[in-house]
């Protein structure tokens, strides 16, 4: 496995701190988030103060321009990210993961063909796929945008489980479980699954990190959850209205998008340096 | 016909090219034979056509049987069937012969533990691991214990090949197709696996077929050679005859060459 170089002249404590921040930031996401299956500040739908009201220590992102709590509106946010994310990359992962070894087993023929057709979708932002996706559906509604993002991120993974794939089929090792009578299926499941992990979980980590951003953006342009589902996207686009007077309402939701994503690269470097069994106990 | 290895006629083509042509070689229960010749002389891909693992867009033709089963032509699951029982390999490059992410003992678990299951008695638990331990131990590995739960990378070249050799083992194969076993090794070491591979050979009636380009190691291993020049096997006999009186230009241009060699060291000496 190739190590980037600016990560592998980290020290082992440098290391270590990212898989501590990462699992502060990504755990504080969570934590906020299962918190809300329970208990929030306001109801989500209440007018619980005048509209566009300032922090304090009543409503502690301040109100948004009906005079809903923000917090609320943020902390449930997190939950909504967390949600299509996890889901989203999870879709992406499976769909991705099967074209990939499938191209990768395929004939020549085959091979190429799905290759090609995986670099066509590659060329379409994934937002786009996403979009199109919502759009040839009943209505936007938060499993759409799952389903959409999910397959708008499976080329990609496709691609890399591809190339992974072929280069592990390629190793002695595989010919060797081939000697001993191993079928196609058992390879698959141990040797060539464990091998692609470590390249693919990063990708993974990253993808969901970019699912988070474009969940947020389909939300912002309409396509996500429908209100009162309070995804951060959608909650940007209600402050642009008012950033000027009342900026608190953009920057909130801002940081809170910008910390999970941030988090969730961090974690998933800390994890890999972690787990790779050729880069501990030296 | 009892041989364990009868190759006829081994024709294999890619694009039109002629990597082998018209091999024959026969290989007897507990007989030892060499395959020498230079890279890219077609020793490699003999054995992976002898397992009918030849890469896509290689055409093999003629015949090659194996325990009386012709090999070319036949399904995946009829090979599935042969690999591991009729023969197994054991790799040059000990490093990329063994998956990276799996610890020594679970590799050699997993051919163990899947023979076992063909033979209707299946392995599980600490009757694995003691096997598991049984053979580490065969293969004159040190520690086994210890090394079971190492990664590859975690121990050197010389008990890595022997880890393969293990692993090769676990199957019980009637014949043992050594390629090039001991080329990425150190002097040393190379004696040791030599050594090791003639008691395995012994001590499980195993026939082996073993590849190499170094005529002192492969006729040190073997008692019949075939010598083999892009694609065609121009010599073959006992060890013996073949180095003592070689017929054709080629084996003699070998044979002169490691003797140059041999005087150039003795020189310096």
């Given at each position: 496995m190739t190590i980037p170089a600016d990560t592998a002249i980290l020290s082992r404590k440098a290391r270590s701190w990212t898989l501590v921040a990462g699992l502060a930031l990504v755990g504080?996401?969570?934590?906020?988030?299962?918190?809300?299956?329970?208990?929030?500040?306001?109801?989500?739908?209440?007018?619980?103060?005048?509209?566009?009201?300032a922090p304090s220590l009543l409503h502690l992102a301040?109100?948004?321009?009906?005079?809903?709590?923000?917090?609320?509106?943020?902390?449930?946010?997190?939950?909504?990210?967390?949600?299509?994310?996890?889901?989203?990359?999870?879709?992406?992962?499976?769909?991705?993961?099967?074209?990939?070894?499938?191209?990768?087993?395929?004939?020549?023929?085959?091979?190429?063909?799905?290759?090609?057709?995986?670099d066509i979708l590659i060329a379409f932002p994934t937002l786009l796929i996403a979009m199109l996706v919502v759009a040839a559906s009943d209505g936007a509604n938060l499993s759409t945008a799952i389903l959409a993002l999910g397959l708008g991120l499976s080329p990609i993974v496709a691609r890399l489980a591809r190339i992974l794939a072929k280069r592990v089929l390629l190793m002695d090792y595989i010919t060797a479980a081939r000697t001993s009578g191993t079928s196609w299926p058992a390879i698959v499941r141990i040797h060539v699954l464990p091998n692609i992990w470590p390249g693919l979980s990063v990708n993974l980590a990253l993808q969901f990190g970019l699912a988070v951003i474009a969940e947020a953006s389909l939300s912002y342009l309409g396509l996500g959850a429908p209100p009162p589902n309070a995804s951060w996207g959608r909650l940007l686009q209600e402050a642009q209205g008012t950033v000027f007077s009342a900026p608190i309402g953009a920057i909130t939701p801002g940081i809170a998008l910008v910390s999970l994503v941030i988090g969730i690269n961090l974690l998933a470097d800390g994890l890999r340096e972690r787990n790779d069994p050729a880069r501990s106990e030296r | 016909m009892s041989a364990l290895l009868a190759i006829e006629d081994l024709s294999v083509e890619a694009g039109g090219r002629r990597l082998i042509s018209d091999l024959s070689l026969a290989i007897g229960p507990r007989e030892r034979v060499g395959l020498i010749g230079e890279s890219g002389s077609g020793k490699s891909l003999t054995a992976l056509a002898v397992s009918g693992l030849l890469p896509r867009g290689l055409l093999p033709h003629g015949s090659i049987r194996l325990a009386g089963r012709e090999v070319i032509g036949a399904a995946e699951r009829e090979l599935n069937a042969l690999r591991g029982s009729a023969v197994?390999?054991?790799?040059?490059?000990?490093?990329?012969?063994?998956?990276?992410?799996?610890?020594?003992?679970?590799?050699?678990?997993?051919?163990?533990?899947?023979?076992?299951?063909?033979?209707?008695?299946?392995?599980?638990?600490?009757?694995?691991?003691?096997?598991?331990?049984?053979?580490?131990?065969?293969?004159?590995?040190?520690?086994?214990?210890?090394?079971?739960?190492?990664?590859?990378?975690?121990?050197?070249?010389?008990?890595?090949?022997?880890?393969?050799?293990?692993?090769?083992?676990?199957c019980r194969p009637a014949l043992l197709i050594a390629d090039e076993p001991t080329t990425a090794l150190d002097v040393t070491t190379q004696a040791e696996i030599l050594q090791l591979l003639d008691r395995l050979a012994s001590e499980r009636d195993m026939a082996l077929l073993f590849i190499g380009h170094d005529l002192a190691v492969v006729a040190s291993a073997v008692d019949r050679v075939v010598v083999m020049r892009q694609g065609v096997a121009v010599e073959s006999?006992?060890?013996?005859?073949?180095?003592?009186?070689?017929?054709?230009?080629?084996?003699?241009?070998?044979?002169?060459?490691?003797?140059?060699?041999?005087?150039?060291?003795g020189r310096r000496l």
């Open positions: 504080l996401h969570l934590v906020v988030a299962l918190l809300t299956l329970v208990w929030t500040p306001f109801d989500p739908t209440e007018l619980a103060g005048r509209r566009l009201e301040g109100t948004d321009r009906l005079g809903r709590d923000l917090l609320t509106q943020i902390m449930i946010g997190s939950r909504i990210a967390l949600t299509v994310g996890t889901a989203a990359v999870a879709i992406g992962a499976v769909l991705g993961t099967t074209l990939g070894l499938l191209a990768a087993f395929a004939s020549n023929w085959l091979d190429d063909a799905l290759a090609a057709a995986l | 197994a390999i054991v790799f040059q490059e000990p490093l990329t012969a063994l998956d990276p992410l799996m610890t020594v003992g679970r590799q050699v678990a997993e051919p163990l533990a899947r023979r076992a299951k063909r033979d209707g008695a299946p392995l599980r638990g600490s009757a694995l691991a003691s096997a598991v331990l049984d053979l580490l131990r065969d293969v004159a590995l040190p520690d086994p214990a210890r090394l079971a739960h190492a990664f590859p990378h975690q121990i050197s070249g010389g008990q890595r090949q022997r880890v393969a050799i293990a692993m090769a083992l676990a006999g006992p060890v013996a005859t073949v180095l003592a009186a070689p017929s054709h230009d080629y084996t003699k241009g070998l044979l002169q060459a490691a003797r140059h060699f041999d005087d150039a060291i």
